[in-house]
DNA sequence: GTTAAATGTCACAAATCTGTAACAAAACTA
DNA sequence: TAGTTTTGTTACAGATTTGTGACATTTAAC
């Protein structure tokens, strides 16, 4: 598939950890580790992952309250989650607690039940019109958001994106200033036509990734465009 | 276009070929089938299908090459393309859509998901009206602002590019220096005469591909017009 | 309230295009 | 053919258009 899909592991048991990321890397994802909550938390502020795996006994905050938290954030809050508890561990409470957890897997646990457990939650959280437009080496979701160019991820500013997207969804057709701005910025908003040239810049900055080269056509005297050849 | 959906299928496998062609016959489409790139290229030189199917691994030129070649084609730069892989490493897929495949997919696969991803495809482009012009070994893409000779891309200036067009609009027509000024230089301003000669030079120039000749023919005395003969 | 991110403009550099003039070549005229 | 007119060709300086980095302001995040 084409899908970008990236996964939180949070585990502070040294010995499991490297081999969840093992077998999820494997199997085509793409891993961020944290051992701990406060870590946990930092990394998903940074990038929402698709999908996060949390250990119950985790030092500082705990898998719980990580959950809590998460599921009080708007952006957050439909995180598909997995918890990671020891047999015989408070199992029940998990289960019984409404943590907000998708699911929970006990210890020890196959790498195959863990792939199952996750392609599960993946396919509910994106079979719901799942959109991504995809250009030669680059590639958008829609939902998410994401953009991404040579599977590396792209951090692009709202009006960048939307500036991208315009430009994937007629690849090679070419915008003047004002059509961009009409499109993009939008109706009858006034800012100089130059303006386009400082966000087109700037996308271009941002998509220029090792060994890519400039994807943005600019014709003379007419606009831009996404170079198709 | 037209609703003639037809599909070529390259694929060398003898089992899954048959697979493949049931398939899309039973989805509506009209199905041609080729086991290796030349018989490919033979096919597509003939008819240019709604959409092509192409095996990574199949004598001959390799499905990559296959897609190169069809790219560098203007009549089938944008035919959409579908490469099958067994591989499934992402390197793979990566080096796919960078020959400028559409889309890929990954042996083995579902009957559902190759029906997905056709039709994504076609929908995709057939949505987009092409605006072209064309008369003899010249193209205009109006879209795209691009203009070939001889399939070959031609980069012109945007007083080259109007002139161009403006003659393209009613070939053979004798346009004098003065109704040029004013169609493609624009009412009211006021520049020598002499100045249409030097443009016309510019853009005989640049449409001076290797094997044709002159395409501008001067009427002594009245103007420009395009050779029809 | 502090910090960070995003946005719109501007000024200057770099790239490209344009109009002209001057001369050469070709076409026409007598 | 010589002279005249028209067009081809080339070079170049000035004009336009675009690239780029910096900056102040706004907006959002925490």
């Given at each position: 598939?084409?899908?970008?899909?990236?996964?939180?592991?949070?585990?502070?048991?040294?010995?499991?950890?490297?081999?969840?990321?093992y077998?999820?890397?494997k199997?085509g994802?793409?891993?961020?580790?944290?051992?701990?909550?406060?870590?946990?938390?930092?990394?998903?502020?940074?990038e929402?992952?698709?999908?996060?795996?949390?250990?119950?006994m985790?030092?500082?905050?705990?898998?719980?309250?990580?959950?809590?938290?998460?599921?009080?954030?708007?952006?957050?809050?439909?995180?598909p989650?997995?918890?990671?508890?020891a047999?015989?561990?408070?199992?029940?409470?998990?289960?019984?607690?409404?943590?907000?957890?998708?699911?929970?897997?006990?210890?020890?646990?196959?790498?195959?039940?863990?792939?199952?457990?996750?392609?599960?939650?993946l396919?509910?959280?994106?079979?719901?019109s799942?959109?991504?437009?995809e250009?030669?080496?680059?590639?958008?979701?829609?939902?998410?958001?994401?953009?991404?160019?040579?599977?590396?991820?792209?951090?692009?500013?709202?009006t960048?994106?939307?500036?991208?997207?315009?430009?994937?969804?007629n690849?090679?057709?070419?915008?003047?200033?004002?059509?961009?701005?009409?499109?993009?910025?939008?109706?009858g908003?006034?800012?100089?036509?130059?303006?386009?040239?400082?966000?087109?810049?700037?996308?271009?900055?941002?998509?220029?990734?090792p060994?890519?080269?400039?994807?943005?056509?600019?014709?003379?005297?007419?606009?831009?465009?996404?170079?198709?050849?």
């Amino acid at each position: 598939m084409s899908e970008k899909r990236e996964i939180l592991v949070v585990e502070d048991d040294t010995a499991l950890l490297p081999m969840i990321t093992y077998n999820l890397e494997k199997n085509g994802f793409l891993v961020k580790e944290a051992t701990n909550g406060e870590e946990a938390l930092l990394l998903i502020k940074e990038e929402i992952p698709s999908l996060a795996i949390i250990d119950w006994m985790i030092p500082a905050p705990s898998g719980l309250e990580v959950c809590r938290i998460l599921r009080k954030k708007k952006e957050t809050s439909k995180l598909p989650i997995i918890i990671l508890s020891a047999k015989g561990e408070e199992e029940d409470k998990v289960r019984g607690l409404n943590t907000g957890a998708d699911d929970y897997i006990t210890k020890p646990f196959s790498p195959t039940e863990l792939m199952a457990r996750i392609n599960s939650l993946l396919r509910r959280s994106t079979s719901s019109s799942e959109e991504i437009i995809e250009f030669k080496d680059i590639s958008i979701n829609l939902n998410e958001h994401k953009v991404y160019r040579k599977n590396k991820k792209i951090h692009l500013g709202p009006t960048e994106y939307k500036l991208l997207k315009h430009f994937l969804e007629n690849p090679g057709r070419v915008y003047s200033r004002e059509q961009l701005l009409d499109s993009v910025w939008g109706h009858g908003i006034y800012v100089e036509s130059r303006t386009v040239d400082t966000h087109i810049r700037r996308l271009r900055k941002a998509m220029n990734v090792p060994g890519t080269k400039n994807f943005i056509r600019t014709v003379r005297a007419a606009g831009y465009s996404i170079d198709i050849d």
